[in-house]
């Protein structure tokens, strides 16, 4: 359904619907519309099944750990504001935390008179190793949760979250793992996993409606875990708790099937597959173009469906550029160049994604407008 005059490298912030999934949610809509009190009074939690069976199927979950929830924020803020933290806690997380993340952590612990901590990962990401070791030598006795993300939207890294939780299980830390991006970009196994928590979204990578995202947790934890909205189902069991969350619409995560399907229709090791290769390239490619050093290997050993690359001197601060949001436009209203431009550790840099739709050219013309962009900002400082 993307409009075809604009080069969307940005699948990852909020995904892109298919149109066979976009006409089913349709359907759906209209039939609860025509019989709303069946279909969200008497039938929610049965329509809703078939959906969280084909999740837990896609993610090697059991369907009664599976709680819907409208986004990845949605599902890290009933973990964090139900758990129960004392003065003097730590809440951990690293320096590439997404900052929507980073903010209900902050909001949380400030409640709580607990302490919000960022342990550095800092690049160059030579091996997953290295990763794991930095977040251990980090962690301590008063370490409550430490939230990771399994794929870090600023850097793009897919960090070692299996190594991570053993690590943490040995030292008795729970983990809470952030896979905004990881349905649909890499496979997943939750329950072998054994975090105690995951928050996913299905609107990104596996090109669910958007409001479709879920929450998983371990057996052991789900008693003291609850949606952010809290309705009629209180304490009557993990599942039904989170499919009632007030009056909504759910065609969203009735349609998680639909996705699901489509993918599957498609090849979900396929697209992965392909998407992993072409993020390899684009990375090799842009730091070729731009003679910029890669975050991560060139070997795409530590990518997943999208790569960050350091945008060239003349657009980092100090330059014509103030900020990257003004990067970000000028890609776009100047290029029609949609791609994300994040600033991370005071570093500017892309972040292109690569979908099934995306094709090589698309980023030739992204490396042309940035090195043109480059030279036009430089005249522009001078004059
Ligand atoms: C790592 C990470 N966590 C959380 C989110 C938030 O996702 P949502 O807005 O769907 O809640 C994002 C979105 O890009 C993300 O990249």
Redesign the pocket.
Known sequence: MLDPEIDFLNH??FGALPRSVSARQEEWRRRVEARPIEMLGRRCRELLGPAREAVAGLVGASPADIGFVT????G?NAVLRALPLRAGDVLATTTHV?N??RQTMRFVARQAGAEYRELPVPPPFAHPDAIVDAIDAALDERVRLLVV?H???PTAVVFPVERIVARCRERGIDVLI?G??APGMVPLELERLGAAYYAA?L??WMCAPKGC?FLWTRRDRQAHVHPATISHFLDQGYATEFDWQGTRDISAWICAADAIAFMRGLGLERVMAHNHALATWVQAHLCGRWGVQPLTPLDGSLLGSMATVRLPSAFQPGGPFATFESINLALYERFRIEVPVVEWQGVRHVRPCCQVYNRPEQYERLADAVLALARSGADAARS
């Open positions: 990852g912030s986004n990845a924020t949605g890290i997404y929507a993340v993300d794929i870090s939207s952030d905004a991006h979204n609107h990104k995202a």
